[in-house]
């Protein structure tokens, strides 16, 4: 009896240290598995806080890169406004001018058509009076507005007279060529060639003014003015 009694006990202590054995196990793998899952739990964490790091990285290179386009933009928009503001004055000024040339041209086909019709009356009367610079002024409108008619071929050669007149040889010495030049079969060529020598004269080249004296010699001999330069070479000489 006491041996089947104690043969129970002992078997009852060996199960319960087996069951106790076997939960001892389990509880240890599941906690190594649990501490592996912490672990994996852990480093994807890790991974994911270097994750949100980068991407923070990256908003704030993105927000920096924006900054400097926005700054760019601006940059460009500043300056179209001020080439449009200086494009607009320029436009601006070239419009006045224009409107300035016209007025200036009407005032001057005004002034050409209404002065001709008395133009060369007072131009002779300015030469006559010694207003040599008012004469001048009035026979340059002439030649310019009607330059083909014969107010105008005489204007050119009054104009001529009027700077011999007010000792501005080289003025009338080009006047007298303009004639000669545009009036060549004129009877006033032989007075505009002796004007032309005495002009040179005038301006001391005399050997120049010998030249036009002996052309009027050659081309007009019976001309009073070519019996003036035989003399005027005389004393030239």
Same mark, same amino acid.
């Given at each position: 009896m006491?041996?089947?009694?104690?043969s129970?006990?002992?078997f009852?202590?060996?199960?319960l240290?087996?069951?106790i054995?076997?939960r001892?196990?389990?509880?240890?793998?599941?906690?190594?598995?649990f501490?592996?899952?912490?672990?994996?739990?852990t480093?994807?964490r890790?991974?994911?806080a270097?994750v949100?790091?980068?991407?923070d990285d990256v908003?704030?290179?993105i927000a920096?890169?924006g900054?400097?386009?926005e700054?760019?933009?601006?940059?460009?928009r500043?300056e179209?406004e001020?080439?449009?503001?200086e494009?607009t004055?320029l436009?601006?000024?070239?419009?006045?001018?224009e409107?300035?040339a016209?007025g #200036?041209?009407l005032?001057q086909? +005004?002034? !050409?058509? %209404?002065?001709?019709?008395? @133009?060369l009356e007072s131009?002779r009367?300015?030469?006559?009076?010694?207003?040599?610079d008012d004469?001048?002024?009035?026979?340059?409108t002439?030649?310019?507005?009607?330059?083909?008619?014969?107010?105008?071929k005489r204007?050119?050669?009054l104009?001529?007279e009027?700077?011999?007149s007010?000792?501005?040889?080289?003025?009338?010495?080009?006047?007298f060529?303009?004639?000669?030049?545009?009036f060549?079969k004129?009877?006033?060529?032989?007075?505009?060639?002796?004007r032309?020598a005495?002009?040179f004269?005038g301006?001391g080249k005399?050997? #120049?003014?010998?030249l036009?004296? +002996?052309? !009027?010699? %050659?081309?007009?001999?019976? @001309?009073?003015f070519?019996s003036?330069a035989?003399?005027?070479?005389k004393k030239a000489n």
């Amino acid at each position: 009896m006491n041996y089947i009694k104690n043969s129970l006990v002992f078997f009852l202590v060996v199960g319960l240290g087996s069951i106790i054995s076997c939960r001892t196990k389990s509880e240890i793998r599941r906690e190594q598995e649990f501490e592996k899952l912490k672990q994996e739990v852990t480093m994807n964490r890790g991974d994911r806080a270097d994750v949100d790091s980068s991407v923070d990285d990256v908003k704030v290179e993105i927000a920096k890169i924006g900054n400097i386009i926005e700054e760019e933009a601006q940059g460009r928009r500043k300056e179209s406004e001020e080439l449009r503001k200086e494009l607009t004055a320029l436009a601006t000024r070239m419009q006045a001018l224009e409107q300035r040339a016209v007025g #200036e041209e009407l005032n001057q086909k +005004q002034l !050409l058509q %209404e002065k001709p019709k008395m @133009s060369l009356e007072s131009g002779r009367r300015f030469y006559d009076d010694g207003k040599y610079d008012d004469a001048i002024d009035t026979f340059k409108t002439i030649v310019k507005s009607t330059p083909n008619t014969e107010d105008g071929k005489r204007a050119q050669f009054l104009l001529g007279e009027s700077y011999f007149s007010s000792k501005d040889y080289a003025s009338s010495a080009l006047e007298f060529s303009e004639f000669r030049k545009r009036f060549p079969k004129d009877a006033l060529i032989p007075n505009a060639i002796y004007r032309q020598a005495a002009s040179f004269k005038g301006m001391g080249k005399s050997k #120049e003014a010998k030249l036009f004296f +002996q052309d !009027l010699i %050659e081309r007009f001999p019976r @001309s009073p003015f070519a019996s003036k330069a035989k003399v005027d070479m005389k004393k030239a000489n």
